[in-house]
């Protein structure tokens, strides 16, 4: 078999043996390859198991895998596995065969998860057995469309997860009262066109299940520009949920720890995301092995997980920006409510951090209330760590010299 699979990808451009090695090995026929078809709402609409003696796609009748929609030529694309691989060969469509995005030329091997664009319908790839269910509606002519514009950024996701191009920004954290920086939050941007925000890379992530790896990754290069920021600075990373309750979470973290051995790491969890006691207890041994704080983050958006809070204590809590936004209106009883609530806090040992802080009058309040620290556009926006290395050395010229033998 391993010699067929050679002489297979050394002659992809002639798809007519890929189809003569295929079909003369038995094994093949057990192939697990699934196409997975997506709808506008990230539904699965259809299954459709790949058979090892290849199919076609495309509109007409006559293909394995029928397609009705307008943008689908009469014969698209074909598809063959051999062994545990999957290859693709556009067949002169119209609008093409796209794989994360880039538009193939000629035979092509794809794997686990990539995005596949036949025309406009987007196919996910899975190695798992499903039923097939292939829709059978078609027209006679096909329409000329433009890529999909989710398909141009399945390239730039790649890139960004390979190359990296993660460009990690910080927000600081003070203390309240001296408004001295105890630490950054780092925050994912990229300098991908079309992903430069979060909310853009994560969409993407989580359409080529991602989320994780993305999340880990946002993490070390995160650390890898703090270094460069603050060495002795403090850093506060973000999880996504997609990794709460898993064991990799916990094995990443063994990873991080070892390649950022001095760092002073704060790992926030968002509280909305915690559902398990007993792996929440678990992650915070862990953390204390590995000298990581932990920090509950949004406290308050959701449901202020308050058993939680009494049974597995985080080193910082971080309410959510609902409590500051609005505070200056606020009456009497509503801020005693929350006097009570961070006295209960402090009670745990527990470090309180206001988030969404944005004017002087919300600092001056948080203040008076007993919030011992804050965050927002009042103490600074998200920033690259040059942006702050250029600000404190702009500091340190302006503040003056100690006078000689004072």
């Not at 259809?46 to 307008?70: M, P, S």
């Not at 689908?72 to 063959?80: A, L, M, P």
């Not at 200056?328 to 806090?345: K, Q, Y």
């Amino acid at each position: 078999m391993t010699d067929r699979l050679q002489t297979a990808k050394s002659a992809l451009l002639d798809f007519s043996r890929l189809r003569d090695i295929c079909s003369s090995d038995s094994a093949a026929d057990e192939c697990t390859w699934t196409l997975v078809r997506c709808s506008d709402s990230e539904g699965d609409e259809q299954h459709t198991k790949v058979t090892a003696g290849g199919f076609t796609v495309g509109r007409r009748l006559g293909n394995d895998l029928c397609l009705g929609h307008l943008t689908v030529s009469g014969y698209h694309t074909r598809i063959f596995a051999i062994e545990d691989q999957l290859f693709l060969e556009d067949i002169g469509s119209t609008n093409g065969t796209l794989v994360n995005g880039r538009r193939i030329a000629a035979v092509e091997s794809i794997n686990n998860g990539d995005v596949v664009h036949f025309g406009q319908v987007r196919f996910v790839v899975r190695k798992t057995q499903s039923h097939e269910a292939a829709s059978r509606d078609f027209r006679a002519e096909t329409y000329e469309a433009c890529v999909p514009e989710d398909a141009v950024l399945y390239e730039g996701f790649d890139r960004l997860l390979n190359r990296p191009d993660i460009d990690p920004y910080f927000q600081p954290i003070v203390t309240l009262g001296d408004v001295k920086t105890a630490g950054y939050e780092a925050l994912v941007r990229s300098r991908v066109k079309g992903l430069e925000t979060p909310d853009k890379i994560f969409r993407i992530a989580a359409q080529r299940s991602s989320e994780i790896q993305l999340s880990e990754l946002c993490r070390s290069e995160g650390l890898l520009s703090g270094l460069r920021l603050d060495p002795l600075g403090c850093f506060y990373l973000n999880t996504h949920a997609a990794e709460l309750e898993t064991p990799r979470l916990l094995e990443s973290l063994k990873e991080l720890r070892f390649n950022f051995p001095a760092l002073a790491i704060v790992l926030e969890i968002h509280e909305a995301a915690i559902t398990s006691i007993r792996y929440l207890t678990e992650l915070a041994a862990l953390l204390k092995d590995l000298d990581i704080e932990l920090a509950y983050d949004d406290f308050g958006a959701g449901q202020a997980r308050l058993v939680e809070l009494f049974q597995v204590p985080p080193r910082y809590l971080k309410f959510d920006i609902s409590f500051v936004r609005g505070m200056e209106n606020a009456s009497r009883p509503h801020r005693a409510s929350i006097r009570a609530l961070l006295n209960m806090v402090h009670e745990l040992d527990v470090t309180s951090i206001a988030e969404g802080v944005e004017t002087q009058t919300q600092a001056d309040i948080c203040t008076e209330l007993g919030f011992d620290m804050a965050q927002g556009y009042f103490f600074g926006r998200p920033q690259p760590q040059q942006y702050w290395r250029d600000a404190e050395q702009a500091a340190n010229k302006t503040t003056p010299m100690p006078t000689p033998g004072a």
